[in-house]
């Protein structure tokens, strides 16, 4: 065992300034989502695409990199590569590897954690938030694992990934013309078994693929079955209609029981709770009674099924939320229209989205209402009501929630 | 007892045979030059020893095991240098060194610290900063301290310059003169070889040519250049063992290879009466040499 840490630490050590650049990334990724969250529309555009690319080229670029760094020192393709001359067993050797790329998939984790802390997350969602990242960068290793244990260089593996690119780009134009389902028609459900399906086939392969590198070293019958593994996964996206012995488990709301957030109805108020973060960016009443608030929000990425790659797909639509404008001074309430920018940011573990609360005190305000809403907004407070039982909270007569973005 | 023992190896790449039938043993505390040209398959039999490669057919046993089963417990007392070898070329000469030192339980530090000091490596360079034949000198460093009971060398002079070549076999008499092991070196750099082996294999086309020791081999090689007398001699069917047979005027040369003094002078008494004969010792090169161009002249001869 203790062997097997030396050769773990070799490779942590021989990859720590990639491993240091991850980390970065990683924290100006976060830094740059809560940046652009406190920004007005027209300022927080570049923060915004700053920490897209980041999000979702750098950081997984950089992570299925790190895979490749890892395997390039220790080739497993026929050779004499330098762990072969040494008293290392390939199973040694592997599980080294494997202890580092388990730490990989930390990082992510790690460098969120405190990140997570200050969002006050409880353990009930750093739980899930930590099994999503992890999911997250497990998926990247499990695409470049098999790929680098074949190539015996990082160029070669450069060159593999090209390939495999351009296989998946081929695949994907010949999905429409093949006779079969299509897409349109593949229910939620079937959708997650294929999803599933697909996943355990590549994960065996990889499996198989990596023991025969590090036990046997042929390579050929490595790439065999990769190229399988390709065909199966393909004929299961193309031809597998869903069986009732595969049970897909239905979205379940992170949040089932209401949950309210409430925040004072003034630009710069914020408040983070239990992961959800409200800031009012602006508030403008004007003087024939509407009253408009632009709100910056995140919440943490896991309000769906795990994983949220797949359970988004089974998750429909079964979390709702609306919004409230509370005097805290009279106790009148009104509740909003609410129009949601289509921008949504996902950005370590959170998800960032914009929201346009229009609220009609000449409709909806019972009672006289001011001539000016101004005074009447310096005591109120707006109420985000969210979860599947949000319909409680609703005024009387007021318009049913809507169902929330998953 | 033999370190090393090939029985009919032969290793196929596709349809081409590197190796064929090859038979050969190293004795235990030996010094084994594995001699051939460039493509004769040294570096595929060396590969096969150390179960870089399978095997196409026939066994090989290493320290008493069959090659492809070496286990760590045998890796710990091999030394392997090859000049292909890629050493992880990021690390620093230390780096290496502490690297490398936990898989040896029998890892001298007191060893390393004198090769170091007598390979005159910068301990803190990287590896990949370093000339061929300091790189040479880094993997052979790595490979003596734990005192391997046997240390295989492929090409190690390979790219080394003639005062690099010097030191490196200095190096290595000394060291061999501390540790009893057996070293099988492969090269076609024989002038360098002949200074350290005492047994020496000839590979050519992936066949085994001859394995014997050096002492044997060099008494039964001698250079005959006879200058005839009044009688002509008899040289269409001359005995098997002598090569490069040539008549130039009066003279015949010729290499004997299984020269004897008494069965020499009884030919030469019958076939060259009146003659005057030189006898000369060879080099190890020189008998090289001969043995190849005989065989490509065989080789010809059987195309034709």
Redesign the interface.
């Known amino acids: 065992m203790?062997?097997t840490f030396?050769i773990a630490l070799?490779d942590v050590y021989?990859l720590r300034w990639a491993l240091l650049l991850w980390v970065v990334t990683i924290a100006s990724e976060l830094a740059l989502a809560s940046i652009q969250a406190t920004l007005d529309v027209e300022g927080h555009v570049p923060f915004y695409m700053s920490a897209w690319t980041l999000g979702n080229i750098f950081i997984p670029v950089i992570g299925y990199g790190l895979v490749m760094g890892l395997q390039d020192?220790d080739p497993v393709t026929?050779?004499?590569?330098?762990w072969?001359?040494?008293?290392?067993?390939g199973g040694?050797l592997l599980s080294a590897k494997a202890l580092v790329l388990a730490l990989l998939c930390l990082v992510p984790v790690l460098v969120c954690v405190p990140f997570w802390l200050s969002h006050d997350f409880g353990l009930a969602l750093l739980g899930p938030s930590s099994a999503e990242m992890l999911w997250r960068q497990g998926l990247i290793s499990l695409l470049a694992v098999p790929l680098a244990v074949v190539s015996s260089s990082g160029a070669k593996f450069v060159t593999n990934t090209l390939i495999g690119v351009v296989t998946l780009l081929g695949l994907a134009l010949l999905y429409p013309l093949l006779e079969g389902s299509s897409l349109p028609e593949i229910t939620a459900p079937v959708l997650v078994q294929k999803g599933w399906l697909i996943l355990a086939v590549w994960l065996i392969a990889s499996a198989a693929i990596a023991l025969n590198q590090y036990y046997r070293r042929r390579t050929k019958l490595s790439a065999t079955i990769l190229l399988a593994a390709v065909i199966a996964c393909f004929a299961i996206a193309k031809w597998w209609h869903g069986s009732g012995a595969l049970r897909t488990a239905t979205a379940t709301p992170h949040a089932s029981a209401p949950q309210l957030t409430e925040v004072a109805a003034r630009a710069g108020a914020t408040v983070v709770l239990k992961g959800r973060t409200l800031r009012i960016l602006s508030v403008i009443p004007d003087f024939s009674s509407m009253v408009m608030i632009e709100v910056s929000e995140s919440e943490p990425d896991t309000a769906s099924a795990f994983p949220r790659s797949l359970g988004q797909a089974a998750a429909g639509s079964s979390a709702q939320e609306h919004y409230l404008l509370v005097s805290q001074d009279d106790g009148r309430a009104m509740t909003a229209e609410v129009t949601r920018n289509p921008e949504v940011l996902h950005a370590g573990g959170l998800r960032y989205f914009r929201t346009t609360l229009v609220f009609n005190p000449s409709r909806d305000l019972p009672g006289e209402v001011p001539t000016n809403m101004a005074p009447w907004l310096e005591d109120a407070v707006l109420v985000k009501v969210e979860g599947r039982a949000a319909g409680l909270f609703r005024l009387k007569g007021a318009p049913p929630p809507q169902a929330s973005r998953t | 007892m033999n370190v090393i023992e090939t029985n009919d190896l032969s290793r196929r790449y596709g349809r081409a045979d590197a190796l064929h039938g090859l038979s050969l043993s190293v004795p235990a505390g030996s010094i084994f030059a594995f001699i051939g040209p460039n493509g004769a398959g040294k570096t595929t039999t060396i590969?096969v020893l150390?179960?870089?490669?399978e095997p196409s057919g026939g066994a090989a046993r290493v320290l008493g095991v069959d090659s492809r089963k070496l286990?760590?417990?045998e890796?710990?007392k091999i030394g392997?240098v090859?000049e292909?070898?890629?050493?992880?070329d990021?690390m620093t000469v230390r780096q290496l060194l502490d690297?490398?030192r936990?898989?040896?339980p029998t890892w001298d530090r007191g060893l390393e610290a004198k090769l170091l000091n007598q390979f005159e490596l910068p301990p803190d360079r990287k590896v990949r900063q370093l000339s061929r034949g300091m790189m040479m000198k880094a993997a052979l460093l790595i490979s003596l301290p734990y005192r391997p009971k046997l240390l295989v060398l492929d090409e190690p002079f390979s790219g080394l310059d003639p005062l690099v070549r010097d030191e490196f076999v200095r190096g290595m008499l000394e060291v061999s003169q501390q540790s009893e092991w057996t070293i099988f070196i492969s090269s076609h750099d024989i002038n360098e070889v002949e200074q350290l082996a005492d047994r020496v294999g000839l590979i050519d086309g992936g066949r085994m040519q001859f394995a014997e020791p050096i002492e044997g081999l060099m008494g039964r090689f001698r250079r005959v250049e006879v200058t005839l007398g009044n009688a002509e001699p008899d040289l269409l069917s001359p005995p098997e063992g002598w090569l490069e047979l040539e008549r130039l005027g009066n003279q015949v040369r010729f290499v004997d290879s299984h020269y004897s003094p008494d069965a020499f002078g009884s030919y030469r008494s019958e076939r060259f009466r009146d003659s005057e004969a030189i006898v000369s010792p060879m080099k190890l090169r020189e008998i090289f040499v001969t043995l190849a161009k005989s065989k490509r002249e065989r080789s010809a001869s059987g195309a034709l």
Do not use: V
Not at chain 1, 84 to 89: G, K
């Open positions: 203790n062997l030396h070799k021989r020192d026929e050779g004499d590569a330098f072969m001359t040494r008293p290392i067993t040694r | 590969k150390m179960n870089l490669l286990g760590p417990r890796r710990e392997y090859s292909n070898q890629k050493l992880p990021w690297y490398c936990p898989f040896y």
